[in-house]
């Protein structure tokens, strides 16, 4: 059985020799939820229709050609991809702070140097995962792939590829 993936639809809106750039609509699920108005989730979104995001997309030797602008695409990413992720975004600076500021209070009996302590191991933590975006942007591992090209017919057919 092959590793779980999460796919999302988006539309092409540009592209390069070896990469298409897709726009997807983060959706909302507010409307099926029972408070409805009652929470602040539901206020922010009624401010907007959704949030926008541009995502480059590697074609993998594919040619840009067969995807044309403004047609919509199905792009997929590993799970593990994404769960690596969010832990090195969200972990990695809480844990670089509570380390940093463990090791000043230890050493230094000061609330307001562990306080900054904190504050420089948040900021280290910050770099660390900026590093990490660095040198991983260009890793196979952690690029979303086009799974699937929706052609505008009558019958919406989709064509899938060959993900490698």
């Not at 298409?20 to 009624?46: D, F, H, P, R, Y």
């Not at 959704?50 to 602008?69: E, F, H």
Request: aromatic fraction near 6%; proline fraction near 4%.
């Amino acid at each position: 059985m092959g590793a779980a993936v999460i796919c999302e639809r988006g539309r092409v809106v540009a592209a390069d020799d070896n990469a298409l750039w897709v726009e997807t609509i983060q959706q909302s699920s507010c409307s099926s939820c029972a408070a409805k108005k009652g929470c602040g989730q539901g206020l922010m979104n009624s401010l907007h229709d959704g949030r926008r995001n541009q995502i480059r997309v590697a074609l993998d030797g594919q040619s840009a050609g067969d995807y044309p602008i403004g047609s919509d695409v199905d792009i997929a990413i590993p799970e593990s991809a994404l769960l690596g992720g969010a832990f090195v975004v969200y972990l990695l600076p809480l844990l670089s702070m509570l380390g940093i500021m463990a090791l000043v209070a230890q050493r230094y009996e000061s609330d307001g140097l562990a306080a900054l302590g904190a504050v420089l191991g948040f900021l280290l933590g910050l770099m660390a995962v900026r590093l990490h975006a660095w040198t991983s942007r260009n890793n196979p591992r952690f690029q979303p792939r086009v799974i699937g090209l929706h052609k505008a017919v009558a019958s919406d057919v989709m064509t899938f590829v060959d993900p490698r």
